[in-house]
């Protein structure tokens, strides 16, 4: 369940890979036995899937000419790919309170991706695609990377519906617009100069269109290469980041602020800590 950038990242590499490929078989192993079983219904469908056409692949999402689609989350680093089958090589030593899954999808090619799957927060499931039209799945209720469905006209009706919640809350978070990592958003926010817990109906038009800007504009330097995040890649490596946002998160608590040097400070909310400058970013 990688979230932005990682999720691209990870979808970058993978989806020229498999799609067009031929699923010959999928195996599901038990690499570990916990106090839990999992996800009961989860792997019943596997057999739909065999001798299918990958037709549309990305970081969390798998469809296939069988007209049933595969969805999937696990954590950084758990999807590999192998040009040949004879060069996997994953040693899961994670325990979780649940069963671990390796499941290995085979292609046409003797190249395969396996995907550890194990914890609560993980899933794995294939069912029939009944939703007509539908043919890749966002991955939020804006999809960040999708500039069709990113506009600053839907971005402005989301907060619109929205006005008695905080910004970050209406961005990043369970309820937000997108599925993006706080500290990403955070730093966001800084160089927008608007405070996370800021209600979104103080924002005015030009505070929204700067902040819709900045997010575009930074999605477009992930998406070109120009920025990448650090993240352990489909064939084992750790990627190192390169021209990098900083992350906003507690290892930024009291470190200069990147625009103007003031202490990094923290706010509760959501749940969780939301880092801010508080000389950029004045609340509302
Ligand atoms: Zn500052």
Same mark, same amino acid.
């Given at each position: ?196 817990? !800021?209600?979104? &109906?103080?924002?005015?038009? @030009?505070? =929204? ?6 997010? #575009? $504009?930074? *999605?477009?330097?992930?998406? !070109?290469?120009? &920025?990448?995040?650090?993240? @352990?890649? =489909? ?6 980041? #390169? $021209?990098? *946002? ?39």
């Amino acid at each position: 369940m990688p979230s932005f950038p990682i999720y691209l990242m990870i979808e970058q590499q993978i989806k020229p890979l498999i799609e067009g490929k031929t699923i010959t078989e999928i195996k599901c192993e038990t690499y570990y036995k916990g106090r839990y079983s999992w996800h009961g219904d989860s792997l019943r469908n596997l057999d739909s899937i065999k001798n299918a056409k990958i037709v549309y692949a990305d970081s969390k999402f798998i469809l296939t000419d069988s007209n049933y689609i595969i969805e999937f989350s696990y954590f950084n680093g758990d999807l590999r790919y192998f040009n040949d089958v004879s060069d996997i090589n994953i040693k899961p030593s994670k325990k979780s309170e649940t069963d671990g899954y390796i499941l290995t999808f085979y292609f046409d090619d003797k190249s395969c991706m396996t995907l550890v799957l194990y914890s609560w927060s993980t899933n794995f499931s294939i069912r029939e695609n009944n939703m007509e039209n539908m043919k890749i799945m966002p991955k939020s209720q804006i999809e960040l990377t999708d500039d069709a469905a990113f506009t600053l006209e839907r971005f402005r009706k989301w907060l619109s519906e929205r006005g008695n919640m905080n910004i970050v809350e209406n961005c990043s978070t369970a309820k937000g617009a997108f599925d993006i990592y706080n500290p990403v958003m955070n730093y966001i926010l800084l160089i927008s100069n608007i405070h996370p817990r !800021t209600k979104t &109906r103080n924002l005015s038009d @030009d505070e =929204i269109e700067k902040l819709y800007r900045n997010i #575009k $504009n930074i *999605v477009d330097n992930y998406k !070109t290469g120009k &920025r990448i995040c650090e993240f @352990d890649d =489909i064939f084992g490596n750790k990627v190192a980041p #390169k $021209n990098d *946002v900083v992350w906003l998160n507690s290892s930024m608590l009291g470190k200069p602020c990147p625009v103007c040097g003031t202490s990094i400070d923290f706010t509760p909310c959501a749940g969780t800590k939301m880092y801010f400058c508080p000389n950029c970013q004045i609340k509302k």
